[in-house]
Nanobody
């Protein structure tokens, strides 16, 4: 089992920045990739970013490339999502997710993930 707890969400003006954190427990953190997803009101949950087990590979949805950065600190069992130049369309509940045991490579599809945090709200005002 893996437990994931997100933090760092909040209300920010357009153009501002936030850093989300996701603390993981219950399994050797450094052995698996991690991902961030988001769900806006009335929309399906969508992939945002993912990082491989050692941080050597990252992948982003086109809409956040150049603005968001995913990173991880395996010593702290934490993955981060630095969000800069935020736009109102970034408003959503953000979730971190972990794949099943043994997956170290990047995953971008929701069905590839087995564990989810409770989510943290990000609201960007115009």
């Amino acid at each position: 089992q893996v437990q994931l707890v997100e933090s760092g969400g909040g209300l920010v003006q357009a153009g501002g920045s936030l850093r989300l954190s996701c603390a993981a427990s219950g399994r050797t953190f450094s052995s698996y990739s991690m991902g961030w997803f988001r769900q806006a009101p009335g929309k399906e949950r969508e992939f945002v970013a993912a990082i491989s087990w050692n941080g050597g590979s990252t992948y982003y949805v086109d809409s956040v490339k150049g603005r968001f950065t995913i990173s991880r600190d395996n010593a702290k069992n934490t993955v981060y999502l630095q969000m800069n130049s935020l736009k109102p369309e970034d408003t959503a509940v953000y979730y971190c997710a972990a794949p099943p045991v043994g997956r170290g490579a990047i995953a971008t599809m929701e069905w590839e993930y087995a564990y989810w945090g409770q989510g943290t709200q990000v609201t960007v005002s115009s």
